[in-house]
């Protein structure tokens, strides 16, 4: 294939343009004749054709690369490798999708955004750890994690190369870079050293960066930062390394730029009244910090203090401020970094003393002297500031500031210097002392930084300056473009290095490929006569300076071919660099290479009384540090030089070119997209230089030069599998099937080269292929839609002819029924209208008459209406006539009667007024006025002694003794005037007056009184009568609460009465036929035996002749029914001697059979062998039996005569106990109740004693001939009557009570009278109402306690009658034996009776106290048993150990113990015990118990056991240290617990088995303790049992809070094992496991393809297609663990619903930053992987709780991938991902790259559209804001209160746990 068939009509190129660098173009016909015609559109749009000429076909314009390519992320995938590819496919990654890494080889090109990026925390960290450079999109963290990978597995320092001119975003790229290592490595030492290396940042970029016209935070120096790595790669320590800082920039700034950061924080912070010793102001008033392009100091006249304005150094840029900084933030931020460093605030007040005093030495006013001289004034308040901060003498620095010293042989001299002069050694001193202290402060953080140990490896981060090229280029300029001469020699060797291994690995043919070698420029610079050798030596001259350097150069290095001279300029030289040719101008090397200083100067700081100043400039140099300086003591004529900057940068250049050589190198070229520093602006001319510069192009050059595009076997094949026949496929043979592929593709072999495991191939290529491809897709889609367009038009015209047939069929059927219908519709239309009319006449009649009619009828009611009327009119005048009249007459009646009243009233008043006046004259005579006052004496005189009675009857002895005192001092002073009396005579009238005066107050005074006392006598008898109405009221409520009381007592009484009865009655039933069933059962055995004992005497008397006596019926009958075994009692088998045994543990929680209690208390005691017969001897058991029975009678009844009188006894002790422990009386109304109530208990107790007796009676008709039994029934009823006659007892013991309670409220009766109110007076009554409820439930209490002692007590007289019957079937027993046989003597029967007797008695002991230590034969027995099982576990264990070492088969060593063991001796199982739920334990075996319990118990044991048994048993132990309130005990116990579970968990993390046993466990004792704590919120669903075994003496709530903490551990270490377990499946099984046959995504890869990493060579990857088994199995498997060790339904869901959330945050942040997984097909893919998840949910019934919600994000991201992009689908789409953030839906849009040409991309306005539609959500989205899904992020636990319904009582100990200490009570 040649080049000539690309360029056909269509094809796509790039042509030169001035504006946009390329522009893109078409072809409008093919090319011939060497003329290309292509079609354009200029930069206004509008169209524009251009032929153009080109010589060759080398010069053919660049074609352009396939749509589907575009966008890559790496540029060596791309088919066509040029210039304009590389800068449209960057512009299309930074602009379109906003991505500002993309990957050129293994350069990682960074393009500076200008904009806050939410791509660089911990998530995202986390997302690219483990991951090598080919598998997510890319990013400075995958540079960073593939030099961690490497160091790590190839044991080899790595270096990362971030380069880049300034504002590019070097120093960013370096930071995040350092980030990442310190993130991903633990440090080991204690001083957190990551923290320390990213608090160095602060710190360097105060004192190194400045604003720039081209970047706000410019590094001005370069820095080499070797972080050292312990040998686990952990990070040990730094050191960092400083190149060329800017030193003229402290002195000096361009327009628009600003001086280094710290100047400006100091400032800052002394507007806040910091610092005020520093004597800081604004920087406008510094020199060195406002200059502007003057020399000379600014002068303002009104200096603000602190501001940044005041200082020289700091306002010569006029930019003293940076948009969105705030220096005094900074400062602060500074400081802190300081602090974290080590550096005291001591050594940092120094610090800034130093920094101030450069800032006021630039502001030192230097004047002109006398002639050639200058000068500083005396009161220049910079200087004396100067001198204060830096503690040096005042004199000596004014004086050597202005004078320089010269030696000339023995003789000194001190020399005035000019004022340029002067001002430039003032400046050289600022700039020495600024490099000093920057050194110095480097310094400390390498000892900060510096390890103890000796690193182990190293990973060094370059943060250097890139190509630099201005107008004016100067010494600075050439040092850092001679740096990066270096720099590229060493990238372009390790580039071509790479390639070469690569080709060496595939075992391909290859050619060298030519590269720019840049050594001819390097020796140029540092060879021997070149530039910095021939600087050097005119450094050295006594009078060298620019002019003569430069000629030199001329002369000198005109032979290098990179060297030139301009045409217009003979003070500037152009060197070619790699990257453009530079132009620098001499003016300022030779200074600037001196960089010297006056030895005065130095000695004066050297002087200086600051530590810090002095230190600067007396310690030794040590090294070579990267800025040193020339000190002149005595001009420049000195043997002893130094270096010179030049030579020093040589140097340390080279030994960090060393450095790097030894490392393996990773390369970051970091872009500026536009000097305006607008965000996601691309300037394509702007870029195109930067990407010579950096070497990017030469990458691709060196790519492109040979095989660029590579593809695996299996890759190509899948993708241009359509270029081949199905003939030429061989499925085990990928390599020879590619063969024929691309044999019947390209036909020149130099295209493509066959590797080992790829195919590589020449530029240009896979666009050919993909043109093919393509071609050959279009084909087959143009075939299917011929197929399918000529079956959609038969299939059409078959559709259209039927329907044509169809429809003229049912026309002419239509048409003719119409016709039929016509003809039906006239006749029918005739006959309507014949009928219509004579309807219509009809209806014109009727209508006619109805109107006369209606004539008539409406003038004929008028007529008589009108009538009427008038007769009305006529009646209701005279009415009104009547009415009028009558009116008149009464008005006339009344008129006349008021005229009369009025004289009457006039007269009346004429005389009443006479009589009045008569009457005044009266009232005023004196005859008149003393009979009146008469009367009132005497009434006052009586009320007077009433009043005085009435003080002293109510105790008034206060008022009157203040009155008698009154009087006492009214009488004294009467005395006082009867002397004054006697002394002037003049005053007698006087005291005359005042005596009336003051009787008439008294008599006043005594009037008030009675009125008081009158009012009060009222009061009270309103009280009382309000008082007896209230208490009325009280009564009568009372009285209708309690009747209502009664009432609802009686009902309820009566139910629950009723209630027992019926169940009592059934149980009784139940009992008599049972007892009636089993009676006939002994009858019937009975007839039975007796019959073949009849028979067996017939025959035993036919063999001894017939002569023995033969029993008869009347025989029989004297011996009882009920007595039916034979004295002859045969041995059961083996199987009833085995049942006695007692069970062993059937299982774990379950109760044991109760059956074999009700046989045990049925079997009789003649079961039980107790002699001792011979071994072997099973036969029978023979007991001698006396003949006289009556005696053996007699003192059988006497003993039981004497155990029923000892039972009564006891019973009778305790009705006594019971009777005088009885509660206080009650009031009347509460005793009738309780009569009332205990009247009907009676009642209904008498029912069931009737029911009872009829019962006995029953039974003992039932069996008429049994004495026994008559004689139980009259002892019964003798207890009957004792009973009867107790209870009247109690009752007459109430009843005193109860009167007693009657004469009390007498009493209060007697004592208070009527008023028996008082007593409430403070609410009495009412306390005493509540306390008498109280004593009405204690009694109601005893009430039932009483009913269940009846019970209990009938309980005990039917065991007492079942223990009777038997003992009277015992002894008809012996009777019969006694009179069947002979033999013996009686001693021996009262002997064996009695043995047998003390038997009985034994056990019934040990059934009545259960919990006694056994003290009898029973017990014995019992311990002997429980040693058997013992014995027997130890023959099972030892058996299994010997059938586990092939020893065979054991002898069956059990059944031999169990029948030897029924041969000695029957085992008689005891009654069942009522536990308690709880072991009692000893504490010294506390310990063991945890340690069985916790530390030694295995996963695979526990799961054998009940879920969660370990924390039931160690509850119940809890709960015994409750029972017998041992506070030391519990706490010891909870203590070990909580300690054992921890220790366990720590030790066992790793294992999920563990952890979620004690997981389960720990849940589990939790519950517990929440369950019988005795809250009621924690007892509604426990039984009563349960209510009962609560805690009774320990709160647990907060050892419940600690159980809580430690679940949650465990719970997030079950978490973190199960995430670690499903990480490495999460990506193979969600993204690439691909189930859809046929939809392949796979595109052409590059250098960084998947593959092409170190790191995915080295690991093993899971298989894509078997990672979703993988994964749905390990969460199968961890579901079953959960479930196995009973965990809680509800956090099994919380477990899942975490796991699932982690699922989907790893596969979504993994989508988000993988372009090639972003298309339609991928999305398919991963939405059906999903739904296997879902589907596993609904397999495992965890749907319902929401689980499969926190995959919705990864659901709807890829949802979009599938969905439809058109404008119309902005609204459902938006809709649709709510789940995804603003930000994610715009990445994945971004990142959407169509699978084939035939897809269109993903407009730019579609996206714009979406952007603008979710600015609403993004407004209210703050959670949602990053980019990635946090993976650490943890839903709350909830850990929901879950009761155990298993009953404590019912738990038993396993065998294998061997827990022997514990004792179930």
């Not at 027995?1421 to 013992?1430: F, M």
Request: a neutral charge; aromatic letters at 8%.
């Amino acid at each position: 294939m040649s080049v000539r068939e690309l360029y056909v009509k269509g094809a796509r190129v790039w042509i030169p343009d001035p504006d946009q660098v390329w522009r893109c173009a078409e072809l409008t016909k093919d090319y011939k004749n060497n003329i290309v015609a292509v079609v354009y559109d200029d930069a206004q749009g509008v169209e524009r054709t251009e032929d153009l000429v080109v010589k060759n076909d080398e010069e053919l314009p660049p074609l352009r690369n396939p749509d589907i390519l575009i966008g890559e992320n790496d540029l060596t995938s791309l088919s066509y490798l040029h210039e304009p590819a590389v800068l449209y496919n960057l512009q299309v990654r930074f602009c379109n999708q906003n991505a500002i890494y993309t990957y050129c080889g293994i350069v990682l090109v960074a393009i500076n955004p200008y904009d806050e990026m939410p791509i660089y925390g911990p998530d995202t960290i986390s997302a690219y750890r483990g991951h090598s450079m080919g598998d997510l999109d890319p990013h400075i963290f995958a540079v960073a994690e593939e030099a961690f990978t490497q160091m790590e597995r190839e044991n080899k320092d790595q270096s990362i190369i971030v380069s880049g001119e300034s504002g590019a975003g070097k120093t960013v790229s370096a930071k995040y870079a350092m980030r990442y290592f310190a993130t991903i490595s633990g440090s080991d030492s204690e001083t957190q050293i990551e923290k320390k290396i990213l608090a160095s940042n602060p710190i360097m970029e105060a004192i190194g960066n400045a604003k720039t016209t081209r970047n706000d935070n410019s590094s001005r120096f370069g820095k080499y930062i070797e972080l050292d790595f312990t040998p686990s790669y952990s990070i040990m320590g730094a050191n960092m390394r400083t190149y060329l800082l800017e030193k003229s920039r402290v002195v000096f700034q361009a327009p628009d730029e600003r001086n280094y950061h710290i100047f400006y924080q100091l400032c800052s912070a002394a507007e806040q009244g910091k610092l005020p010793h520093l004597k800081l102001r604004k920087p406008m008033r510094f020199h060195y910090l406002n200059q502007g392009l003057q020399e000379g100091p600014m002068v303002a006249s009104k200096p603000r203090k602190g501001h940044q304005d005041n200082f020289h150094y700091l306002k010569q840029g006029s930019s003293p401020h940076i948009d969105g900084v705030d220096d005094a933030e900074d400062f602060i931020e500074t400081c802190k970094a300081f602090s974290l460093l080590g550096i005291n605030e001591g050594m940092q007040e120094q610090i800034f003393r130093i920094l101030a005093g450069i800032l006021h030495l630039g502001n030192v006013v230097l004047e002109e002297g006398n002639g050639d001289s200058s000068a500083i004034s005396t009161g220049d308040k910079s200087l004396k500031t100067v001198s204060e901060l830096l503690g040096i003498d005042l004199e000596d620095i004014r004086k050597w500031l202005c004078n320089r010293k010269i030696v000339s042989g023995r003789e000194v001299f001190t020399k005035p210097m000019t004022l340029t002069e002067a001002v430039f050694s003032r400046d050289a001193l600022s700039k020495h002392i600024y490099a000093k202290l920057f050194d110095w402060i480097v310094t400390q953080i390498n000892k900060c930084f510096a390890a103890k140990a000796k690193p182990y490896r190293f990973i060094g981060v370059l943060d250097i300056y890139g190509f630099e090229t201005f107008e004016i280029n100067s010494f600075e300029q050439f040092c850092i473009n001679y740096a990066n001469e270096k720099l590229q020699q060493q990238f372009n060797q390790h580039v071509f290095k790479l390639e070469q291994e690569e080709y060496v690995k595939e075992q391909i043919e290859w050619e060298f490929i030519n590269f720019y070698d840049n050594q001819p420029c390097i020796d140029l610079i540092e060879s021997k006569l070149g530039i910095l050798d021939l600087l050097d030596e005119e450094c050295r001259m006594p009078r060298g300076s620019d002019q003569s350097w430069v000629e030199k150069l001329y002369d000198k290095c005109k032979k290098w071919e990179h060297f030139s001279k301009p045409r217009l300029s003979n003070t500037s030289f152009l060197i070619a660099h790699f990257a453009d040719k530079v132009g620098y101008e001499c003016a300022g090397f030779l200074e600037k290479n001196r960089d010297t200083v006056s030895e005065e100067q130095i000695n004066i700081l050297k002087s200086s009384q600051i530590a810090l100043v002095h230190s600067l400039f007396t310690e030794k140099e040590k090294g070579a540090p990267p800025t040193k300086v020339k000190v002149l003591p005595t001009g420049s004529k000195s043997k002893q030089m130094k270096k010179t900057v030049g030579s020093q940068f040589r140097d340390s250049l080279n030994l960090l070119m060393m450095t790097l050589n030894s490392t393996t190198p990773h390369y970051v070229r970091c872009i500026k997209p536009n000097d305006e520093k607008m965000a996601f602006t691309f300037d394509p001319t702007r870029a195109i230089q930067q990407l010579r510069a950096c070497g990017v192009l030469e990458t691709v050059r060196i790519s492109a030069a040979g095989y660029p595009s590579r593809w695996t076997y299996n890759e190509f094949f899948c993708r241009y599998r359509v270029l081949c026949n199905s003939k030429d496929i061989k499925r085990n043979d990928m390599r020879l099937t590619c063969e024929k592929i691309i044999g019947n593709m390209i036909n020149d072999e130099d295209k493509f080269k066959f590797g080992r495991t790829k195919i590589f191939f020449r530029a240009g290529q896979v666009a050919y292929m993909e043109k093919l491809r393509a071609d050959r897709l279009s084909a087959c889609g143009v075939m299917i839609q011929k197929h399918v367009r000529m079956f959609l038009h038969r299939n059409r015209y078959r559709t259209m002819r039927k329907a044509a047939v169809t429809i003229q069929k049912y026309t002419r059927g239509l048409k003719a029924r119409r016709h039929v219908h016509h003809i039906r519709r006239t006749a029918a239309a005739i006959k309507i209208q014949a009928a219509i009319r004579g309807w219509v006449k009809r209806v014109q009649y009727k209508r006619l008459v109805y109107t006369v009619t209606q004539l008539q009828a409406h003038a004929r009611g008028a007529w008589a209406r009108e009538k009427y009327q008038h007769m009305r009119r006529v009646r209701a005048a005279i009415i009104i006539q009547k009415n009028v009249r009558m009116w008149q007459a009464v008005y006339h009646y009344k008129m006349a009667m008021r005229g009369m009243i009025t004289l009457q009233g006039l007269v009346r008043c004429f005389l009443a007024k006479k009589q009045l006046k008569k009457l005044k004259i009266e009232a005023r005579s004196v005859e008149h006025q003393r009979k009146l006052n008469k009367g009132l004496e005497n009434k006052i005189i009586s009320l007077q002694q009433k009043l005085t009675e009435a003080k002293l009857e109510v105790g008034n002895v206060k008022t009157y003794k203040e009155e008698i005192v009154t009087l006492k001092e009214q009488l004294s002073e009467m005395k006082g005037v009867e002397t004054q009396l006697k002394n002037s005579s003049n005053r007698v009238s006087e005291l005359e007056a005042m005596v009336a005066k003051l009787t008439q107050e008294v008599e006043a005074e005594r009037g008030e009184k009675m009125d008081v006392l009158s009012e009060k006598e009222r009061a009270e008898k309103e009280n009382r009568e309000l008082v007896e109405k209230l208490n009325a009221e009280n009564a009568k409520l009372t009285e209708e609460l309690m009747n209502a009381k009664k009432e609802e007592a009686k009902k309820e009484g009566e139910e629950l009465l009723k209630r027992k009865y019926e169940a009592e009655k059934q149980q009784m039933i139940m009992e008599y036929s049972e007892e009636k069933s089993s009676y006939q059962r002994l009858l019937k055995e009975f007839n039975r035996l007796e019959q073949k004992n009849e028979q067996l005497e017939e025959q035993m008397a036919k063999m001894t002749g017939g002569n023995s006596h033969k029993r008869t019926a009347s025989n029989v009958s004297n011996l009882s029914g009920a007595s039916d075994a034979p004295t002859e009692l045969v041995r059961d088998d083996a199987s009833e001697f085995n049942s006695i045994i007692v069970d062993d543990d059937v299982g774990y929680g379950s109760v044991r059979s109760r059956a074999s209690e009700a046989s045990d208390n049925s079997r009789n005691l003649e079961s039980i062998d107790w002699g001792s017969p011979q071994k072997g001897d099973t036969s029978e058991i023979r007991i001698p039996v006396p003949e006289k029975v009556e005696d053996i009678t007699l003192v059988l009844q006497l003993q039981n005569k004497v155990r029923e009188l000892e039972k009564e006894r006891r019973t009778m002790a305790k009705r006594i106990d019971q009777l005088e422990n009885s509660s206080s009386p009650l009031d009347d109304s509460q005793h009738a109740q309780e009569l009332i109530r205990l009247q009907e208990l009676e009642m209904e107790n008498a029912k069931l004693k009737d029911d009872l007796n009829r019962l006995r009676k029953s039974i003992a008709d039932s069996e008429p001939q049994n004495n026994r039994i008559q004689e139980f029934m009259k002892q019964f009823e003798a207890l009957q009557d004792e009973l009867e006659r107790r209870r009247e007892e109690c009752i007459q013991l109430r009843t005193v009570l109860a009167n007693r309670a009657h004469d009390l409220r007498s009493l209060t009766q007697s004592s208070y009278g009527k008023d028996v109110d008082i007593v409430n007076e403070d609410g009495e009554l009412a306390i005493a109402y509540q306390t008498q409820k109280q004593v009405n439930r204690q009694l109601e209490d005893e009430l039932k306690s009483e009913k269940q002692r009846h019970r209990e007590a009938e309980t005990e007289y039917k065991s007492e009658l079942d223990r009777l019957r038997r003992d009277n079937d015992r002894q008809q027993k012996l009777l019969a034996q006694n009179l069947t046989k002979g033999g013996g003597s009686q001693p021996e029967t009262l002997l064996q009776s009695e043995i047998m007797r003390l038997t009985s008695e034994n056990l019934l002991a040990v059934n009545i106290r259960p919990l006694q230590p056994p003290q009898n034969l029973q017990g014995q027995v019992d311990n002997l048993t429980e040693q058997l099982k013992k014995y027997k576990r130890s023959l099972k264990a030892y058996a299994k150990k010997i059938k586990e070492s092939g020893g065979g088969d054991p002898p069956d060593l059990l059944d031999v113990a169990a029948t030897t063991e029924g041969e000695a001796m029957p085992v008689i199982r005891k009654k069942e015990r009522d536990y308690m739920g709880m072991f009692e334990y000893d504490r010294r075996e506390e310990m063991q118990i945890i340690r069985v319990l916790i530390y030694e118990l295995k996963p695979r044991v526990a799961v054998t056991f009940l879920p969660g048994l370990p924390a039931y048993i160690l509850f119940m132990c809890i709960r015994h240290t409750d029972h017998i309130n041992d506070d030391e005990k519990v706490r010891s116990l909870l203590n070990n617990i909580v300690n054992g579970v921890k220790r366990v968990i720590k030790k066992r993390h790793e294992d999920l088995d563990s952890t979620v046993l004690w997981l389960s466990n720990t849940l589990r004792l939790l519950h517990n303790l929440k369950q019988y704590s005795g809250d009621k919120a924690f007892q509604a669903e426990n039984t009563v049992k349960q209510n009962e075994q609560s805690l009774k003496n320990f709160d647990l709530s907060e050892y419940r809070q600690v159980l809580s903490d430690i679940a949650v551990w465990i719970y997030n270490g079950v978490i973190k094992l199960m995430e670690e377990k499903v990480q490495p499946l999460i990506v193979p099984s969600i993204l690439e496991h691909e189930a859809i046959a046929g939809l392949s995504g796979n595109k052409p890869g590059g250098m960084r393809g998947r593959a092409g990493s170190v790191a995915r060579e080295l690991e093993s990857p899971v298989e894509p297609q078997k990672a979703l088994d993988l994964l749905l199995k390990e969460m199968t498997q961890f579901y079953r663990t959960l479930a196995m060790f009973g965990t809680d339904p509800e956090l099994i869901t919380q477990v899942f619903r975490q796991i699932f959330y982690f699922i989907c945050a790893g596969s979504l942040n993994n989508l988000l930053l993988r372009k090639d997984m972003c298309h339609w097909s991928k999305g398919m893919q991963i939405r059906y992987n999903l739904s296997h998840l879902e589907q596993w949910t609904r397999d495992m019934r965890l749907h319902e709780a929401g689980v499969t919600d926190t995959l919705a994000p990864i659901i709807q991201a890829a949802q979009l991938l599938q969905a439809r992009k058109t404008d119309d689908d902005v609204n459902s789409i938006c809709d649709m991902c709510d789940k995804l953030s603003v930000s994610q839906i715009i990445k994945i849009l971004n990142l959407y790259t169509p699978a084939d040409e035939f897809e269109e991309r993903v407009p730019i306005s579609f996206i714009h559209k979406i952007q603008n539609k979710l600015q609403e959500r993004a407004e209210g989205e703050q959670a949602q804001a990053t980019l990635l899904m946090n993976t650490k992020f943890a839903f709350p636990v909830r850990f929901p209160f879950n009761p155990s319904s298993i009953h404590l009582e019912d738990i038993e100990l396993p065998e294998s746990l061997n827990l022997v200490m514990l004792k179930k009570v």
